[in-house]
């Protein structure tokens, strides 16, 4: 085993960790490779952190696979990412059964592709009984997008009657958000150098601790997830109070 890996507290693992999976691109233009290789390698890179997330017993693991803006894309990359999701689900189904990893999907949805949506169905559908780790892949998503579409609905059950204004609280909103049932994320990752959060679960990280690595996303490996998880049980989360309330 790592030492990396052994100075884990297994009473201290984030439950929730999100990722902004980003460098594909950058990672193939320095190896002379297309783009499309850059993103293949995610896959793989993906597969591999989401395998070993289940293994450290996290119980949501929620990574950026393609935004809302990803769309502004050439046609040519955007093609070769929707043919990409397609092939890596039907492969990988077999994955996420052997690690008991249940698949979920947040995002605009409607607007990918129907021979996506179909595939993302059938896995969500044929691993809904996994309770070991739920894989959240936010896909045509944009987290702008997401609380406007939360405010609507709240908005619809007040015109209807069902919700009074008064009643709108964290709780009420959060339960319209796409992430609903799901447990905010403790910590988020990004790699490739970037300091953005880039439209990414923006309600939802208030109080994540984050964790930038200069790593590009197909060189993350198990050793960069076991940093940034040491990493995040050096801190101290103290949700707006003082040291001295958290110890007692
Ligand atoms: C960021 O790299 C990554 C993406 C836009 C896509 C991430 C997708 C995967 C890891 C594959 C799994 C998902 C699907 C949809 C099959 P970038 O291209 O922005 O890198 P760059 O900033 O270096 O150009």
Same mark, same amino acid.
């Given at each position: 085993?790592?030492?990396? !890996? @052994? #100075? ?8 929730? /960790?999100?990722?902004?999976?980003? =460098? ?12 499309? +290789?850059?993103?293949?390698?995610? /896959?793989?890179?993906?597969?591999n ?6 293994? *450290?017993n ?16 050439? &046609?040519?990359? /955007?093609?070769?990412?929707?043919? +990409? ?7 990988? *189904? ?22 996506? &949506? #179909? ?8 691993? $809904? ?14 987290? !702008? ?11 619809? #059950? ?8 008064e009643?709108?609280?964290? /709780? ?21 150098? @970037?300091? $953005?959060?880039?439209n990414?679960?923006?309600? &939802? ?17 198990? @050793? ?8 995040? #049980?050096?801190?101290? $989360?103290?949700? =707006?109070?003082i040291?001295e &309330?958290?110890?007692?």
């Open positions: 085993m790592s030492s990396r !890996k @052994e #100075q884990i507290q297994a009473d201290r693992i984030p439950k929730h /960790v999100a990722i902004i999976m980003d =460098g594909n691109g950058r990672w193939a233009k320095k190896k002379g490779y297309l783009r499309s +290789l850059g993103h293949e390698n995610g /896959v793989d890179a993906l597969r952190i989401a395998t070993a997330s289940a293994k *450290l996290i119980e949501y693991l929620t990574v950026y696979a393609f935004s809302s803006e990803n769309w502004n894309r050439p &046609q040519r990359e /955007v093609n070769a990412l929707m043919a +990409l999701l397609v092939t890596s689900l039907k492969k990988e *189904l077999k994955t996420l059964m052997d690690n008991k990893i249940r698949l979920n999907a947040i995002g605009n949805l409607a607007s990918l592709p129907d021979k996506c &949506q #179909q595939e993302l169905d059938e896995v969500i559908l044929k691993t $809904r009984e996994n309770d070991h780790m739920m894989l959240t892949l936010a896909l045509s998503y944009g987290s !702008k997008e997401e609380i406007l579409e939360a405010t609507k609905s709240i908005a619809q #059950q007040v015109k209807e009657g069902n919700l009074a204004v009643d709108i609280d964290e /709780v009420t909103f959060t339960q319209n958000l796409y992430t609903s049932g799901i447990p905010d994320p403790d910590l988020l990752i990004r790699t490739s150098n @970037e300091y $953005r959060i880039s990414y679960l923006l309600w &939802q990280i208030a109080y994540s601790e984050l964790y930038f690595t200069p790593k590009l996303w197909p060189e993350f490996k198990d @050793e960069d997830l076991y940093e940034a998880i040491l990493n995040y #049980q050096k801190r101290e $989360r103290r949700f =707006g109070k040291s &309330q958290l110890n007692s």
